[in-house]
C-alpha cells in the first residue's frame, strides 16, 4: 500500500471513474445517433437521385428507340439499337420483340424480372424495381415502346454506389469511435477537474483526522471555494481551541509549580524549626508540659509529610513539564540495590535476589540514572511497607514479559520486581494504583505517603524508556514490576 | 570549632533557623539578606564559609558568589532550587563547592558544612599544626602540589585553588595513573558515601583545568576516561 493510500480512506467506488463513464456513453450514443442519421439520410438521398436518373435514363432510352426503329424492324434494327444503347456503357439492356430476346450481356437476365414488374410494364407503364446481380445489386427500369410489341429492360448496377456508401459508413464509425475516445478523454480530465477539490478536501479531512490542524485548502471563486473556506475556518476554530486548551493546560501546570516552588522557602524553615524544636525537647524534656511536647511531635511530624508533598508535587511538575533531566551511566543493578537497602535500613525488611528470574551468573548492568532508579525502587519499596506487609523481596530479572520482538537486541529489557507479602490489591483498584492521589480505601486516607509515590515511580521509568506496571503476585502480595533497556552481561 | 559562616538568604525564617541551627552545632553565624550586604559583611567578617541562596532580590545568588571569588577562595555552598541542572551547573561554574537543595533538613546541611570546612581545615589551622601528619609533596607534570601548606606551583608561581579544587587535584595526583570513578572522588572529595551529585565533579574538573592545564580544550594533567572517570597523568605533552 502506498503512503496516500495509507493516509486517505479509498473511495469503494470511483466517482471519478462513473462520471467518465457516464461521460463516454453520451458520448458515444450522440455520435452514434447523429452518424446513424447521415448515414440514412445519405442513403436515401442517393437511393432517390439513383432511381431518378435511372428512370429519366430509360425514357430518354426509350424515346430513343422509338425514333430509331422503323415500322417493321428487322434483327438487325434491334442489334443497332442495342448497340446505340450500350454506348453509354453504364447499364445493361434486355429486350424482349415477342418471343425474341435480344440482351448486351450475361448479366441481363429475365429471370430477374419481378412478375409485378412484368405485369405493370405490360400494363404500358414504366416500372422499375431493385434486383441482385451476379456481381451486386442493381436497379431494373422496364418500359415498352410507344410503337408496342418491343419491352425494354435497362439494368443499371449499383456496386458502385453502394461502395461509396460503404465507405461514408466507415468514415462515419471511424469518426465516431475518435469521438468517443476523445470524448472519454475530455470526460476523464473534466472529472479530474471538478473532482480535484473534493479530492483534496477529503485528503485535506484525512490529514487533520491525525492531528494535522494546520492543513488548509485553497479558496477558490466557485462553489468548491466556499467549501474550502468553511473547512478552513472550521480547522482554524478547531486549532484554536486546541491552543487555548494547551495553553490553559500548561498555565495550570505552571501554576502548580510555581506555588510549589514558592513552598520550598518556607517548608525548609519549617523543616527547620521542627528538627530544632525536637532537639531542644529531647535535650531538656521537662522544659514544657507533655501536652506540648506531644502535640511538638505531631507538628514535626506533620512537617515532614508536608515536606514529601512539596517534594513529589516539584518532581512530578517538573516531569510533567519534559522538563526532567537525566544523568545517564553504567550501573551494575544487583550491588546498586543491596547498597541502597542498606542504606535506607530494610536490611531485615527487604531481600534482593536474582533467583528465578532467568539470570544464572551473568551481571545486570544498564545505562541508566542512578537516582531516579533509587527514586522509584524506593517508592515502590515504601508503598509496599506502607500499604503490604513486609518481608520485600527485590529481583533482578531478564524480562520474562510476553514480547514480540525479545530477542532483538533494541528490545532488551531488565526487571526488576518489587513483591510484597501483604494481601495484595483489589482487581478493581489495580487499573488506578499509578492514578495521582488515588486511595484504595477512602477511609484510611490519613495514610502516610503524598499519594504520589506510584505515579512519580510510573513517570520516572518511562522517562528512562522503561516502564511500570502492577500485579497481583502469585503469593497474594502485590507485585511492582520496573523494565529497563538493559541487559545481562 | 568556633568557624565564621556567613549565611545569606532573603527569607528571614529560614535564615533565623540556619542561623539557630548552625549555632546549635557549634559554629558562630552572621546573617545578611541580599547580595550587596553579604559582600559587604565578608569583607568586614572575613567568614570560613558562605552560605549562599541563589534566588536574592536584585544581585542574585550566581553574581555574589562570581564576586566573592574574584577576592577570596573562601568556601561556598549554595542553597538552590531543587537539582534543576541549571541552577546547580552555574552555580558551580561560579565557584560554589557544593550546594544543598531546598527543601532541606538541618543535618543534611551541616553535614555539607562540615564536609567543606574539613577540606579547608588544614589551610585554616595553618602548617604548623598538620606539619606531623603532613604527607609529603607530590608534583605532577609542571606542578608541585604541597598538602601541608595547601599549595600548588607552577615553577615558583603559585596558582591559587579553591579547597575543593585543591582537594580534587591532590586526590589525583595522589592516585597518579588510576582511574577514579566519579563515585570514588565523590566519597574522597565530598564525602558523599552514597549517591553523591557526578555534576560536583564534572564541573569541578572543568574549573581545576582552566587553572593548571596551559590549553584547557587540550588537557594533559586532567584526563577524562570516557564512561569511568578521570585519570591524572601525563599525555605526552605535544
Known amino acids: 500500500m ?92 434486355l429486350m ?85 475516445v476523445l470524448g472519454a478523454a475530455a470526460g476523464y480530465w473534466l472529472a479530474r477537474r471538478l473532482l480535484g477539490p473534493v479530492r483534496a478536501a477529503s485528503k485535506a479531512a484525512a490529514r487533520m483526522s491525525q492531528g494535522d490542524l494546520d492543513i488548509r485548502l485553497p479558496v477558490g471563486s466557485d462553489e468548491f471555494g466556499v467549501l474550502a473556506a468553511s473547512f478552513n475556518r472550521m480547522a482554524e476554530n478547531l486549532q484554536a481551541k486546541m491552543t487555548d486548551l494547551e495553553a490553559g493546560q500548561a498555565r495550570e501546570r505552571r501554576f502548580v509549580a510555581d506555588v510549589t516552588h514558592e513552598l520550598r522557602t518556607p517548608v525548609s524553615a519549617l523543616v527547620g524549626e521542627a528538627s530544632l524544636l525536637k532537639a531542644k525537647l529531647e535535650a531538656h524534656p521537662s522544659a514544657c508540659p507533655p501536652e506540648v511536647s506531644h502535640l511538638a511531635l505531631l507538628v514535626s511530624a506533620d512537617i515532614a509529610r508536608l515536606r514529601q508533598l512539596v517534594d513529589d508535587l516539584l518532581e512530578i511538575s517538573r516531569l510533567d513539564a519534559r522538563a526532567a533531566e537525566t544523568l545517564i551511566e553504567p550501573v551494575d543493578l544487583r550491588p546498586f540495590l543491596t547498597q541502597l537497602v542498606r542504606v535506607h535500613g530494610w536490611s531485615d525488611l527487604v531481600r534482593v535476589t536474582t533467583a528465578g528470574t532467568g539470570l544464572a551468573d551473568e551481571t545486570p548492568v544498564t545505562r541508566t540514572d542512578k537516582r531516579r532508579v533509587e527514586r522509584i525502587i524506593v517508592n515502590l519499596v515504601e508503598n509496599a511497607l506502607r500499604h503490604g506487609a513486609a518481608p520485600v523481596t527485590i529481583e533482578i530479572g531478564r524480562e520474562v ?12 529489557f531488565l526487571q526488576i520486581a518489587v513483591t510484597d507479602s501483604g494481601p495484595g490489591i483489589a482487581p478493581e483498584h489495580l487499573p488506578h494504583v499509578f492514578d495521582r492521589f488515588y486511595k484504595a480505601d477512602p477511609s484510611r486516607s490519613s495514610s502516610r505517603g503524598s499519594g504520589l509515590g506510584l505515579a512519580i515511580a510510573r513517570e520516572n521509568a518511562r522517562l528512562l524508556g522503561g516502564d511500570l506496571i502492577v500485579s497481583s503476585g502469585w503469593s497474594g502480595g502485590a507485585r511492582f514490576v520496573l523494565f529497563l533497556p538493559g541487559s545481562a552481561l | 570549632m568556633d568557624e565564621l559562616l556567613l549565611i545569606v538568604e532573603d527569607d528571614p525564617s529560614l535564615r533565623e533557623v540556619i ?35 541563589v534566588m536574592l532580590p536584585g544581585l542574585d545568588g550566581f553574581a555574589v558568589c562570581r564576586e566573592l571569588r574574584k577576592i577570596s577562595l573562601v568556601p561556598i555552598i549554595m542553597l538552590t532550587a531543587r537539582s534543576s541542572t541549571e541552577d546547580v551547573v552555574t552555580g558551580l561554574e561560579s565557584g560554589a563547592d557544593d550546594y544543598v537543595t531546598k527543601p532541606f533538613e538541618l543535618p543534611e546541611l551541616v553535614a555539607r558544612v562540615r564536609s567543606v570546612l574539613r577540606r579547608a581545615a588544614v589551610r585554616t589551622a595553618g602548617g604548623a599544626e598538620a606539619a606531623p601528619a603532613a604527607p609529603p609533596p607530590l608534583s605532577l607534570g609542571p606542578l608541585t602540589i604541597d598538602p601541608s601548606a595547601y599549595t600548588v606551583r607552577r615553577g615558583c608561581e603559585e596558582i591559587p585553588l579553591t579547597v575543593t579544587e585543591f582537594r580534587l587535584l591532590y586526590e589525583l595526583a595522589r592516585h597518579t595513573g588510576q582511574v577514579l570513578s566519579r563515585d570514588q572522588l565523590l566519597e574522597l572529595v565530598w564525602g558523599y558515601s552514597y549517591l553523591g551529585d557526578s555534576r560536583l565533579v564534572d564541573v569541578h574538573v572543568q574549573r581545576l583545568r582552566a587553572k593548571i592545564e596551559e590549553d584547557p580544550a587540550h588537557p594533559f594533567l586532567v584526563l577524562t576516561v570516557r564512561g569511568v572517570g578521570y585519570r591524572a597523568g601525563h599525555r605526552e605533552s605535544p
Open chain 1, 2 to 93: 502506498t503512503e496516500r493510500g495509507r493516509l486517505l480512506p479509498q473511495a469503494r467506488r470511483s466517482l471519478r471513474r462513473r462520471v467518465t463513464l457516464i461521460f463516454v456513453a453520451a458520448v458515444v450514443v450522440t455520435a452514434l445517433a447523429l452518424a446513424l442519421s447521415a448515414y440514412f439520410i445519405t442513403k436515401t438521398a442517393q437511393e432517390d437521385e439513383a432511381i431518378d436518373k435511372a428512370l429519366a435514363q430509360s425514357r430518354f432510352n426509350l424515346f430513343l428507340a422509338d425514333s430509331m426503329l422503323p415500322a417493321a424492324p428487322e434483327t438487325t434494327d434491334y442489334d443497332q439499337l442495342l448497340d446505340a444503347f450500350q454506348i453509354r456503357g453504364d447499364f445493361a439492356t
Open chain 2, 19 to 53: 542561623r539557630l541551627g548552625l549555632e546549635g552545632e557549634g559554629f558562630r553565624a552572621v546573617a545578611a539578606e541580599d547580595g550587596p550586604s553579604a559582600l559587604m559583611a565578608f569583607v568586614s567578617q572575613r567568614p570560613d564559609l558562605v552560605l549562599l541562596d
Open chain 1, 401 to 412: 514479559r510476553a514480547h514480540g520482538a525479545a530477542d532483538a537486541p533494541e528490545a532488551a
Open chain 1, 96 to 180: 424482349q420483340a415477342g418471343s425474341e430476346i435480344y440482351v448486351s450481356g450475361p448479366q441481363a437476365k429475365l429471370g430477374l424480372i419481378t412478375p409485378e414488374l412484368a405485369a405493370k410494364v405490360a400494363d404500358g407503364r414504366i416500372g422499375y424495381q431493385t434486383i441482385a446481380m451476379t456481381d451486386g445489386p442493381a436497379i431494373v427500369v422496364g418500359g415498352q415502346l410507344r410503337s408496342g410489341g418491343l419491352t425494354v429492360y435497362f439494368y443499371y448496377p449499383q456496386a458502385d454506389r453502394l461502395a461509396e456508401l460503404a465507405r461514408l459508413r466507415n468514415i462515419l464509425l471511424i469518426a465516431g469511435v475518435i469521438l468517443a
